[in-house]
């Protein structure tokens, strides 16, 4: 047990890393994907004086829009670099930023109106330890709001394709692209009411060559994917020029079509 929870510290360490690599900011606001964060909250109708928690919250993705609603607001991420840039993005705004685990929240029980996570607990890797803490913190009554990359999608083929050219997840972490499907997320939960739709984003680059680079410099995975694989890295960025082409809408820029999973979910109130 003492190895296994070593090596999965190290795993977790190995996260913050990859994470701090690149430019996740730049990328995101390149690629307009920022809006996704502010149709979640409003997908929750997050209200003034609401506590509200953002899990694996990134560079704020989410956890800003929620704090100009007037709500008390926190966002968590396990990677200080990325909280620094949240904080820079944040400034002027009631925000309590919390370097901490999405599977050890630093909160105590029924802390929060409102959980949150656009595209950051399904990263986190043992899934069930991580809905079991969002469904901890959230108060009888309270609203609970997820997006994540569906396995069907762009962005979930994205990931495969990369994937292809990386030695295998560790055996106890689970697969991120999981979160993307309904059938698994209600394994995850008890005790809390989930509805679900599909929704597009759209991801936005001058040109198929500018979004490979793009990809290539500010994104964590790919930046440490292309350092490590040295001379197998044209044949990635070939993949990747591929999927890109046939994914495309546009014909005289990048533009394409991310569906991605919105989990809502309500806690049941306790029995009077």
């Known amino acids: 047990m003492v190895g296994g929870m070593q090596r999965l510290a190290q795993y977790k360490e190995s996260v913050r890393t990859t994470w701090a690599t690149g430019d996740y900011d730049a990328m995101m606001r390149e690629e307009g994907l920022y809006e996704v964060g502010q149709r979640l909250v409003d997908a929750l109708a997050v209200r003034a004086g609401e506590d509200v928690l953002d899990v694996a919250c990134g560079t704020g993705n989410a956890t800003i829009p929620a704090a100009r609603t007037g709500a008390r607001v926190t966002g968590l991420d396990l990677t ?5 840039k949240a904080r820079e993005r944040g400034a002027g705004l009631a925000i309590d930023w919390v370097e901490g685990d999405a599977e050890e929240l630093p909160f105590p029980d029924g802390s929060f109106d409102v959980v949150l996570s656009s595209f950051g607990c399904m990263f986190a890797p043992r899934h069930a330890v991580v809905a079991g803490e969002m469904a901890r913190v959230l108060r009888p009554g309270g609203r609970l709001g997820l997006c994540a990359w569906t396995p069907e999608g762009t962005i979930g083929e994205f990931f495969r394709v990369v994937g292809a050219y990386l030695p295998p997840a560790p055996e106890y972490v689970d697969p991120p692209l999981a979160w993307g499907s309904e059938d698994t997320v209600r394994s995850l939960f008890e005790g809390i009411e989930l509805s679900f739709n599909r929704e597009m984003g759209m991801i936005h680059h001058p040109s198929v060559a500018e979004a490979v680079d793009c990809y290539a410099t500010q994104f964590g995975p790919v930046v440490l994917a292309r350092e490590a694989l040295g001379s197998r890295w044209p044949a990635l960025r070939q993949d990747l020029v591929e999927l890109f082409e046939r994914n495309n809408t546009s014909g005289s820029s990048l533009v394409l079509p ?14 009077a």
Do not use: C
């Open 258 to 271: 991310a569906e991605y999973l919105v989990i809502r979910g309500q806690r049941r109130a306790r029995s």
């Open 80 to 84: 200080p670099a990325m909280l620094a």
